[in-house]
């Protein structure tokens, strides 16, 4: 939609925070299922690296949340860190900085939340529709993610219930 009342964008943002809160776990237990030593790992020349893939997925999911809170969308994902050379710091990462990004999301007024926001030039729409396209995102390529495990040697685990490898619980 292109106009949102301030009541509506809060529903909204209870909606989709609600589906991120319950898709984060399965996220960080996606990035931590990379074993370490195969961070190089890629399936073809042109993908990313798993090491560069997990950053991604976390890196962007926080990125969103802040720039939503931020009220605008600066291009360029930052570069992985160089304390972070493995799934498993990623997912620490993830874990230290996900927290506070949700936090501003879930602060911010209902008049900021439906206030047109401008995606790098390419489409603006009600500030808290943004987070539905972060969502899907980070939905994305986790499953890409999720598919590099098992050429790695790794065990996939359940996303939306069991996978081959992680049982019904």
Excluded: C
Aim: cysteine-free; charged content about 20%; glycine content about 8%.
């Amino acid at each position: 939609p292109q106009h949102m009342e301030p009541n509506e964008a809060l529903v909204v943002l209870n909606m989709v925070m609600a589906d991120a809160d319950f898709e984060a776990p399965t996220t960080r237990k996606v990035i931590a299922a990379v074993p370490a030593g195969k961070e190089d790992y890629a399936p073809d020349p042109k993908s990313m690296n798993a090491l560069k893939l997990a950053w991604h997925v976390a890196s962007a999911d926080i990125w969103f949340m802040n720039s939503i809170a931020d009220g605008k969308f600066v291009p360029g994902e930052p570069g992985i860190p160089a304390g972070i050379t493995s799934a498993a710091d990623v997912a620490a990462w993830y874990d230290a900085n996900r927290p506070a990004a949700v936090a501003r999301l879930k602060a911010m007024s209902g008049e900021d939340l439906a206030k047109p926001l401008d995606f790098m030039g390419v489409f603006t729409a009600p500030t808290v529709t943004f987070l539905t396209l972060s969502l899907r995102h980070i939905i994305h390529h986790r499953g890409q993610l999720s598919a590099y495990l098992r050429p790695m040697g790794a065990k996939v685990p359940g996303i939306y219930g069991p996978s081959g490898d992680e049982p019904m619980a």
